[in-house]
């Protein structure tokens, strides 16, 4: 309470008896005492908040808004201006440790990243994430493969490695590096052994859209794209392969073809079916941060999901640009010869922002980007940074 209002309330009191010169003049230093108090209370606040204020400015979301009213520089055509800056790179583990918490705020990635068992019964009804009008049911081969636990319950790495699909990687030589992680990611069961020298083979968990049952494996037409689907998944050797079953119609046959023969030939992998919530959730984290993303793409979800079970993220194969920084072509996928037709408005995802907000955390030490040669690289990572 301000001095001036608080006088006022004793003053009435003060007029309604008479007081000895002892007792005034204890009540006068009693009241001042509060007074100083209140006043000091105030500055202590002011003082915090400021503090508090300037932090945010340089590692909080704050530097967000900074990053998205930028003009696109990234844009094919302007890649000879990105820098980033790899060579003397340090982990930020204060930063780290504030993305997470705040990403906590919106979801939590050990329940969002599947639906567990319990929550469903065979032939439940279920509203597709896009579009809400649209149903399918919940089915049999479904429900016996969703996980009873989360995937990653009581799971914590120190190093993980997140795999993008940029043709950037080819001759990076970066694949033992990337094996080296403690924890490795790849997105869209993506083909490795055969490009295992630039993309590594480690494998702990993998996306799977179903659109890639039909672009990678011709829709399963015949035994030998079937037998070639079983192959990779036998790969995997027990890792969590991760299909968005909800998310759009469409996929929902080519998702079945799938389970039936993941149940027909038992191969050890644990799949995960990820929450209806969890689009919704990592886009409103981002959007708070004032990063305008339509809808994020598969390698900004994981990122956002690893930060609550990976302690320090290295990025591997994001480069949504056809030339790389000395202006060399640069596939659009590693693995195949797509042209690069993601720039098109009617792309759902915006892709050149996405990585302008990957190399603003690059450059504060919140991850590491790498978009070159490994081999070039001056030593492994950074030990991680003490508070």
């Known amino acids: 309470m301000p001095a001036a209002g608080l006088a006022a309330v004793l003053r009435p009191r003060l007029q309604a008896r008479t007081m000895t010169p002892t007792s005034r003049t204890l009540l006068f230093l009693f009241v001042t005492l509060l007074v100083l108090l209140l006043i000091f209370d105030d500055i202590s606040q002011v003082e915090h908040g400021e503090k508090a204020s300037k932090t945010a400015t340089h590692v909080g979301s704050t530097s967000f808004p900074r990053l998205a009213e930028k ?203 990820p929450s209806l919530r969890l689009l919704h959730a990592v886009r409103g984290y981002w959007l708070t941060n004032k990063v305008h993303i339509k809808r994020p793409t598969t390698g900004l979800l994981m990122y956002t999901m690893a930060t609550r079970f990976c302690e320090e993220i290295h990025l591997y194969g994001f480069w949504p640009f056809p030339h790389d920084t000395a202006g060399k072509a640069v596939k659009y996928h590693y693995y195949d010869t797509l042209k690069y037709e993601y720039t098109s408005s009617s792309s759902p995802h915006t892709m050149p922002l996405e990585f302008r907000t990957l190399n603003a955390l690059h450059q504060q030490g919140a991850l590491r980007l790498h978009t070159g040669s490994c081999e070039a690289e001056t030593g492994p990572p950074e030990e991680i940074q003490s508070d």
């Open 71 to 273: 003009r696109n520089h990234l844009q094919p055509g302007y890649n000879n201006s990105i820098k980033l800056q790899s060579s003397g790179w340090t982990f930020n583990k204060t930063l780290s440790k504030i993305i997470r918490k705040s990403v906590l705020r919106f979801l939590d990635p050990e329940r969002d990243i599947s639906i567990l068992k319990g929550s469903l019964r065979p032939g439940d009804v279920i509203h597709y994430v896009f579009d809400r009008h649209s149903t399918t049911n919940v089915s049999e081969n479904l429900h016996r493969l969703l996980p009873s636990v989360s995937p990653l319950k009581n799971r914590h790495y120190r190093l993980c490695a997140i795999v993008g699909n940029s043709g950037i990687l080819l001759n990076s030589s970066c694949g033992s590096q990337i094996d080296s992680h403690d924890f490795v990611i790849r997105c869209n069961l993506a083909p490795v052994e055969e490009y295992a020298d630039d993309v590594g083979h480690r494998t702990n968990l993998v996306t799977m859209n179903p659109s890639v049952v039909q672009r990678a494996f011709q829709d399963l037409a015949d035994e030998e794209w079937r037998q070639r689907f079983v192959r990779r998944l036998q790969s995997l050797s027990g890792s969590v392969l991760w299909i968005p079953a909800f998310m759009a119609k469409g996929g929902e046959e080519r998702v079945e073809w799938a389970l039936r023969l993941i149940l027909k030939h038992t191969a050890h992998v644990r799949t995960a079916f």
